[in-house]
């Protein structure tokens, strides 16, 4: 797959260890692209660091099923995050960087390195997501007509509108992870789209999520209740 200017084929391009970027509630997913404002300190130097190397950042989720570490600096990680090339950026004059990243593959957190650095830095590796890097794998066997109309009535629902241009021109599985990632679930949520083990199986969860938020609207509006 392309990111930017490089290509990557299979899970020996990526490197071993990359700076983390724990954000709870977003995921990136790959062939997506996820804008970022980034102001704290450590983050500036994560990305200057980043910058000056491969331009490639793990994005993972805080772990916050344990009690107890809703307020630690550095909480307890999820197994497995994705990892993104900065493609673009901008200098703001005071002290932010505007970054896009675009999401090469998955990654599982095999161990978080000791470090000098402010930010936090994981040994990965992509060896269990080899069909990341292949371009629309998994397309032919995903229902895009059902995953469209489902878009449509959650929109209709909540009175929102889209670009319906762009959604019939993105390829299948650039529309599915797209909406994976803006989709307005849950950290649990969030993850398990992350984690689906292929491209049919996540948009059938989102869907699935959906349609359970969908009917709990109709529910609270005095419509179906769900049993």
């Not at 704290?40 to 910058?51: C, G, H």
């Amino acid at each position: 797959m392309l990111a930017g200017n490089v290509t990557y084929s299979d899970p020996s391009d990526l490197p071993q260890t990359v700076p983390l970027f724990p954000l709870t509630g977003a995921v990136l997913l790959p062939k997506a692209q996820m804008p970022l404002n980034i102001f704290e300190p450590r983050y500036v130097a994560m990305i200057d660091a980043a910058l000056k190397s491969d331009r490639m950042i793990g994005m993972i989720q805080p772990d916050f099923s344990q009690p107890g570490v809703e307020q630690s600096e550095t909480p307890p990680l999820v197994g497995v995050g994705c990892v993104g090339r900065i493609v673009a950026y901008q200098e703001t004059g005071d002290g932010r960087y505007l970054i896009t990243l675009t999401g090469v593959s998955r990654f599982k957190l095999e161990e978080e390195l000791e470090t000098v650095t402010p930010f936090r830095i994981g040994r990965i590796s992509a060896q269990g997501f080899p069909d990341d890097f292949e371009t629309g794998h998994g397309e032919d066997a995903v229902d895009r007509k059902g995953l469209v109309e489902t878009l449509r009535s959650y929109l209709e629902a909540n009175d929102l509108e889209a670009d319906w241009d762009s959604i019939e021109r993105a390829s299948t599985e650039v529309l599915v992870n797209a909406l994976s990632m803006m989709s307005p679930y849950g950290p649990a949520e969030k993850q398990a789209l992350l984690e689906a083990p292929d491209l049919k199986t996540r948009a059938e969860t989102l869907v699935a999520l959906t349609e359970v938020d969908l009917a709990r609207r109709q529910g609270d509006d005095g419509g179906v209740t769900l049993q």
